[in-house]
């Protein structure tokens, strides 16, 4: 059976995205966490800790975003006291804040500095399993190779490939290609990642995939992808109001409402016809004013699957 990784998206596959999913849709073979920030402080922020303290019953993997090899080696012992078998190390995230510090793809910059990074990280924790989620370079695809090199070094449980470079950010198209010719080259156990986001797609027969957005739009595409039911709206109408009804009670109205905005930035691609609803959602200023809105996409427009 092929292997289907939920992608880490920071503010939508949170600790609650995550056990809602898999109660309404069955769930995917790994969820990971959005990044954590271990710093020198050596101790995980609150809303961190609500990310690897509630995922019972699910198999997780928290995602560590650092430059440093000690804070990375902190978090990974800490994480893997908490039971965690398996930790993700960020060298993918484009933003220009992260990037400027030399984290997430800022990692990419210099393969000399990756691989200090790297041997820092193995040579202290041979016992932990610790993958990758890695761009294919910052400027220029060309930039892949060198980091390949670096990346066969190393004994990484799974490189988890997202085949844009830094300057791509989420825009065109991802450069599958590149992820293909290293596929064939290498022995490393790759992880496909970018882009998927049909049932047919045929990343899916490739061993193992990873899907962020697709699955947003569509939280049965896994299902659908092995053959499964489409999501009924009897379905998302159940995992909508579990995120909505979660959120307000763990973060209040106001950040629950800010979580629904974005869950609806994806979800509403499973209404046509739904995007004047995205704007209304988005100047809504209380879940008072925001439920009816919901209410009226579940109840008015149809589901893009089935038509
Ligand atoms: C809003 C948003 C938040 C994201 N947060 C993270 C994150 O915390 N860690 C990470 O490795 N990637 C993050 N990503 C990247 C996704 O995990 C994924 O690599 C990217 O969206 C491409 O896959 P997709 O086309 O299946 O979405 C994020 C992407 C988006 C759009």
Known sequence: MYKQYAAPMEGLTTWLWRRVHREVFGG???????????????????????????????????????????????????LSDMGYREINLNAGCPAGTVTAKHKGAGLLRSPAELDRLLDGIFGA????????????????????????????????????????????????????????????????????????????????????????????????LLRRSRGGAAASREELHRYHDALAQGYAAALGDEAALHRMWELWAYLIDAFPGGAPYLKRIRKCRSLTEYRPLAETIWNSLPLRWER
């Open 125 to 220: 924790l041979s016992d932990l399993r610790i993958s990758v989620k890695t761009r294919i370079g910052c400027h220029a695809d060309g930039e892949w190779d060198a980091l390949v090199e670096v990346y066969r070094r190393y004994p990484i449980y799974e490189l988890i490939v997202h085949p844009r470079v830094q300057k791509d950010f989420y825009g065109g198209v991802a450069r599958r290609e590149v992820f293909t010719r290293t596929a064939e080259k290498t022995a490393l156990p790759l992880v496909y990642n970018g882009d998927v986001t049909a049932p047919d797609d045929p990343a899916f027969l490739g061993g193992a995939v990873m899907v962020g957005r697709g699955l947003l739009s569509d939280p049965a």
């Open 28 to 78: 995917a073979d790994k969820y990971f966490t959005p990044f954590l920030s271990p710093n020198a402080n050596l101790s995980f922020q609150k809303k961190e800790l609500r990310e690897v303290e509630n995922n019972a019953g699910l198999t997780v993997v928290p995602q560590l975003l650092t430059a440093r090899a000690e804070h990375f080696i902190w978090a990974a012992r800490t």
